[in-house]
């Protein structure tokens, strides 16, 4: 907790500009719990519809499967973006931009969003991991399994096809979503507290969220860290790009590591 507010401690100390309107939040976070269990439920019936078209093995699952899996990321993607959306017309001013900070993409979003990507996945989570290694046996080995998993699905084209999902994707709906609707619902929760607690909360639990979506608990640590550092990003210049950057660079540099094994 005392390095998580370290991340967030000047995140509020800067004078008011009109970015802090995408900042005060919408009351929409039944609808971005319900968008997240839909995305779910259609990421479920996508993948059986694919596997049944495709005629494939009673064994195949998203995580062993690229069929499987890029109608596993179809499916839950349609749920979050059909709630950023929803919440954004009912429950906001129709416009991504004033209620989720979706702006234009500035040089300054490639220069501090690319460069925090890199250092997270290259600097902090080896760092974040260090003290565990002596307790968990081959733990760099284990915490590159599932992304060793995914990209070893796809071959030539598919290989392609999986980079731009992870890469480009990713990225733009799991910021829309967990920095955009999410961070934002949750600060509109807190409203009642200073600007600074209510913050502060938005991003741990938006985080810890973010961390947990991904179904891998030996990653959680590290996820949960970097989306608050992601959702830093968001409070302190309320936009999505440098984040969304920031998150291109941090699965691309997975995925450029990996791709000798192909």
Partial sequence: MVAARAILVKVNQWEPTPHQDSLRGINALSVAVVGFLVGYLLATIYVLVELTLTNAPATATPSNSFG????????????????????????????????????????????????????????????????????????????????????????????????????????IVEELYFRGLLLGSLKHRFSRLPESASSFLAAIISSVLFGLAHGEPLQLLGLAFFGLILAALRLKFGRLGPGMFAHGAFNAVTLIALIKIH
């Fill in 68 to 171: 499987a899996l890029i109608a596993n990321l179809l499916g839950l993607w349609t749920g979050l973006l059909a709630a950023v959306i929803y919440a954004s017309k009912k429950r906001g001013t129709g416009s991504l931009k004033l209620d989720f900070g979706l702006k234009g993409i500035m040089l300054q979003d490639l220069v501090i969003g690319i460069p925090v990507g890199v250092l997270g996945q290259l600097v902090i989570i080896p760092i974040l991991y260090y003290p565990f290694e002596h307790f968990v046996p081959n733990l760099s080995q284990k915490l590159s399994q599932p992304a060793q998993t995914i990209t070893g699905l796809g071959h030539g084209g598919g290989f392609l096809v999986l980079a731009l999902f992870l890469a480009v994707g990713a990225p």
